[in-house]
């Protein structure tokens, strides 16, 4: 889904029996990465970062954005700005809405047909998300791993945060690195 710097940046759907493949999404001012299919595969989720003129990405970062568009590429627009670029966003189960890490390292869900990212205010100063979110199969729940600093380099210092976004209860578990939902 990726080009090299200054080339044009585009993510392509691939048929695995026959290794034909085409472009859904191109751009020549902005990287576009992290793509996400919807349960259903009906839409697809990803993050876009605008480039320099230089075809350099944004180095201040304030302008990456979380954009949706259907299976084919068609309908393709911006759901939120103020992603963090390193986390892929994530469809709720009924594919109604989208969670992403934002810059500030907090945890935002946005209705997939538009609207206010709702901010779940997880984590504490010095804690950096680890992972993208992860919905529980019921889409009550949504998690992700935070680490404090770079110490999850050393294994034990991660946390898994958790939240309700209609109760806004939330939670964490301490010494876990992994999310999964059962």
């Not at 350099?56 to 590429?73: A, I, L, N, P, S």
């Not at 109604?96 to 997880?122: C, H, K, M, N």
């Not at 294994?155 to 992994?178: H, N, Y």
Request: hydrophobic share 35%; aromatic share 8%.
């Amino acid at each position: 889904h990726s080009a090299p710097e200054g080339e044009k940046e585009h993510i392509r759907l691939y048929c695995i029996a026959t290794a034909e493949g085409r472009a859904i999404a191109e751009e020549e001012d902005a990287t576009l990465f992290h793509p996400r299919f919807s349960p259903s595969g009906r839409l697809l989720a990803c993050v876009r970062q605008p480039t320099s003129e230089a075809g350099r990405r944004d180095v201040e970062k304030t302008h990456v954005e979380v954009q949706v568009m259907h299976f084919g590429g068609s309908g393709r627009r911006t759901l939120a700005t103020g992603a963090h670029e390193d986390y892929a966003p994530a469809f709720s189960p009924d594919e109604t809405q989208v969670a992403f890490i934002t810059r500030e390292q907090q945890l935002a869900i946005v209705p997939v047909s538009g609207g206010e990212p709702l901010t779940l205010a997880i984590g504490n100063e010095g804690w950096r998300a680890w992972s993208g979110p992860l919905w529980s199969p019921d889409g009550k729940r949504i998690a992700l791993n935070f680490a404090h600093g770079e110490e999850h380099q050393g294994g034990s210092a991660g946390r898994v945060i958790w939240g309700e976004p209609e109760t806004g209860r939330q939670g964490f578990i301490r010494g876990c690195l992994k999310v999964g939902w059962q």
